[in-house]
């Protein structure tokens, strides 16, 4: 049976320590309660940040059948610099643009499809003012 005669999803979702809310660009986890006796606070958003996946970027490029000098003659940096941003550097702003207009371009995909990963996760703290 059940508590609160509520049904089985119900039940899991109250029982679940992370709630996750999404909204372009970040994403919310809602954190519930611990089980555990050391902390019982309030619930507080876990804000995830997103950046570019750089390798995932080349790597659908590369799979097309474009060589990485082709790919560095298009964007106008060298051989090695692409290495490198494969390898997990991060692009300069322009550099970084003309990466995914191309990629956009030879994927015909959009920038909403562009890959990402979380860069960094970080629990708000709500205090009260005074």
């Known amino acids: 049976m059940l508590k609160n005669g509520g049904s089985l999803r ?15 660009g970040l994403l919310f986890f809602l954190s519930s309660p611990s089980r555990t006796r050391a902390f019982k606070g309030p619930k507080m958003p876990l804000v995830a940040t997103f950046r570019v996946d750089w ?15 082709e790919l560095a003659s298009e964007v106008g940096v060298s051989k090695s610099t692409v290495h490198g941003w494969k390898s997990g550097s991060e692009p300069k702003h322009g550099d970084g643009e003309s990466l995914v207009a191309f990629w956009c371009r030879i994927t015909n995909r959009g920038r909403d499809r562009l890959p990402m990963i979380v860069y960094r996760q970080q629990f708000i703290f709500r205090g009260s003012t005074v």
């Open 55 to 69: 390798f995932r970027v080349i790597t659908d490029i590369t799979r097309t059948g474009v060589t990485l000098y």
């Open 10 to 24: 119900e039940q899991k979702e109250q029982n679940s320590v992370f709630r996750v809310f999404r909204n372009p």
